[in-house]
């Protein structure tokens, strides 16, 4: 690397990481010059972005509001095995899992992940239909009876429970440019090395292409396009373009063979479009006006080292949808991978390796109530304290804070 561009990097780094601040705005590497002006940038840009819960973005054209609404219709829509569904699934609709506390939000729904360790190498046990469960099937079809899927009883099994996520944003992650993300983790290598993240590298199958992954909780998928894809499949049982092999119930494609419903492709690409444009012209999730002990938080959450991993602020890159093109927002992660040591869960997925998990983003959390990829933690603080890995050295911080400061940096993160 050449002299001048690690003074870039460090530069901006600093401007990111000052005493008592978030970490700022971040953008693509040739638009470092641009951003010398965060607080001004941030109050400008920031407001534009508000709407209540399971809304469109604001401003959007009269054209990508009726994308808006017709990606709504469809996501929220029951499937049957006219349409393809099953012949094992875990619900018959997106919206039936993400709903809490409106259309696009998660639930307390926990699906599970298995696989097997053998001579400390993960197998997604294919063969008996792993990693993903489908814990329903659609019953009788023909001479064969589709029932959900269970963990196998074999050696060395390990099962990860995985939380259903909120999607309210979405398409302002969508819109970062890949760049940042690579850029990010250079600028956590320099500044935080022991606690720095990676960017998962992972398969653009549209543009077949290595691309970086930044949805999934091991940052397995790199679009919302093929996030929708994916979902379609694994949690319906709906085959589609990018998806168009069906999942064998418990790995018994014989049965699969004998008696699928509807073999044929079942979606033409047009359901998992509706997708992606209900997320990706789903509107963040508002944040709330931080009081007294809240601003306390604020300060004391990038003292005790949360916000290395914890990015407060991004902008997207060039949209053809004006509310996505160029604007900043404020996820609270910064969608790398990391070593969460003890708190990993064994599960490889994609690059994630079984140690690690993408940063959570932490906006919106005030609408979640269980938390960790598995639900374990009741209570924010819980969270905090589970961390371990890389993200030990900011829960031992916030382990030694009085309880009066913890609860001020407990109240900061509510008000994402």
Known sequence: MHVTHRQKILGLALLLSGAGCSPGI?????????DTDVDSAVNALHQPVQAALGKPMPFLRQAD???????????????????????????????????DPASGGGSAILETRFGAINNGVFDPLAQFGGS???????????????TGETVPSVPNVVTSLRRTTPLFGLGLVDAV?????????????????????????????AHNRDAVGRFGWKSQVPTLHQFGGDAYLNEMGVTNPEFPNENCPNGDCALLAACNPLPDLNDDGS?????????????????SPLGAQA???????????????????????????????????HP?????????????DGIVVGDGK?????????????????YLHDGRATTIADAILAHDGQGRRARDRFANLSSSDQAALVAFVNAL
């Open 26 to 34: 971040v953008g693509p590497p040739a638009d470092f010059e641009a």
């Open 65 to 99: 509001l009726d994308r808006f609404t017709a990606g709504k219709e469809e996501f929220e829509q029951d499937e049957d095995t006219s349409e393809g569904l099953g012949p094992v699934f875990n619900n018959t609709s997106c919206s039936r899992c993400h709903s």
């Open 132 to 146: 993903l469960i489908q814990s329903q099937g659609i019953g009788v079809a023909g001479s064969c009876d589709f």
């Open 177 to 205: 440019p890949e760049s940042t993300f690579r850029y990010v983790a250079r600028i956590e290598a320099a500044l935080f090395p022991n606690e720095a993240g990676r960017a998962a590298t992972v398969h653009d199958i």
């Open 271 to 287: 359901g998992v479009v509706a997708f992606t444009d209900f997320m990706t012209l789903l509107a963040p999730p508002p944040r």
């Open 295 to 329: 601003l306390k938080g604020k300060l004391l959450f990038a003292t005790s080292g949360c916000t290395h991993c914890h990015w407060a602020t991004f902008r997207t890159g060039y949209n053809k949808v004006d509310s996505l093109s160029g604007t900043v927002f």
């Open 332 to 344: 609270y992660s910064d969608f790398l991978l990391h070593d969460m040591g003890s708190l990993g």
């Open 354 to 370: 079984g140690n690690e998990f993408r940063t959570a983003p932490l906006w919106g959390i005030s609408a979640v109530t269980r």
